[in-house]
């Protein structure tokens, strides 16, 4: 029987080397995010905080597996996985963007700008106020001359991925905010029309669910977690791990949700609202 542990390969040489195989044999991302990417990572400081590119294919993948055409993301940084989100929904999909950082806010918009990514829209603020203004509000009209017509039609629907990639202490509450809206059966449909921000079937994804490791152990015997913890005050490090471990079991528990922690990147965990 083969063990349930991820591959654990002899050296970071073959690591590295099996990591570009896997990605050369997925599907690729297009140029203009690919040269995005490498921008900000010479140029712009704290790029370690971007997803990477190989993480952007699966994404994608994800997105376009349950047909996905609309993308809420909490905590939006330069911008890269927001024009990830973009590409994966087609033009005729919408991505929203959720961020509090007015400068990443408009270093963001001004890339979307550059390369032309039309479907995305950002909304600055803190995300526990912003997040809840976000659930559609299917009661409300549209005018048939309008000529936003379809792109406020699409505001009205749920969404069919949240994804947060914010602060970590944030996790919980983000997700609290997510299901506070009644399920599909309490309002006798099918999930697809009534108030609520998550469509029946619906992805939440969390980045950095495993943070470096840290959220298992972050002992001296976890090497990254224990040098990564030097960057952070003691009291926000220990607060990061305590809420992620919370999230992640509020995402395993929770009767609503289906979960899967991939051990991948920083750890990225995906639940399906099953209601």
Avoid at 77 to 82: A, K, N, Q, T
Avoid at 95 to 110: C, F, H, Q
Wanted: a negative charge.
């Amino acid at each position: 029987m083969k063990s349930g542990e991820p591959v654990l390969y002899p050296n970071k040489t073959i690591a590295g080397l099996v990591t570009e195989y896997a990605k050369e044999h997925s599907a690729s991302l297009p140029e203009y995010l690919l040269n995005y990417h490498d921008n900000v990572v010479v140029n712009q400081l704290g790029a370690h905080m971007m997803i990477s590119t190989f993480q952007g294919q699966a994404m994608v993948w994800i997105a376009r597996l349950i047909g996905a055409k609309k993308v809420l993301e909490i905590g939006v940084f330069h911008g890269f996985s927001c024009m990830v989100w973009a590409h994966a929904v087609g033009e005729d999909g919408l991505v929203t963007g959720l961020e509090s950082d007015l400068e990443y806010a408009a270093k963001a918009v001004n890339s979307f700008d550059l390369y032309s990514a039309n479907n995305i829209r950002i909304v600055t603020g803190d995300a526990l106020t912003t997040l809840s203004q976000q659930v559609p509000n299917p009661a409300s009209t549209l005018d048939e001359n309008d000529a936003d017509r379809k792109g406020r039609q699409q505001q009205q629907e749920p969404y069919d991925i949240v994804f947060i990639d914010a602060q970590k202490s944030g996790y919980p509450e983000y997700l609290r905010t997510i299901l506070e809206n009644p399920p599909a059966s309490a309002e006798g449909d099918d999930g697809s029309s009534n108030k609520r921000l998550l469509r029946k079937g619906g992805l939440i994804i969390g980045d950095n669910a495993l943070r470096w490791g840290g959220v298992v152990n972050d002992s001296q015997l976890n090497t990254i977690a224990h040098q990564q913890r030097q960057n952070f005050r003691q009291r926000d490090w220990e607060n990061e791990l305590v809420k992620l471990r919370e999230f992640n079991r509020e995402m395993k528990e929770n009767p609503r949700l289906e979960a899967w922690l991939c051990p991948l990147w920083d750890g990225l965990i995906m639940a399906r609202l099953k209601d």
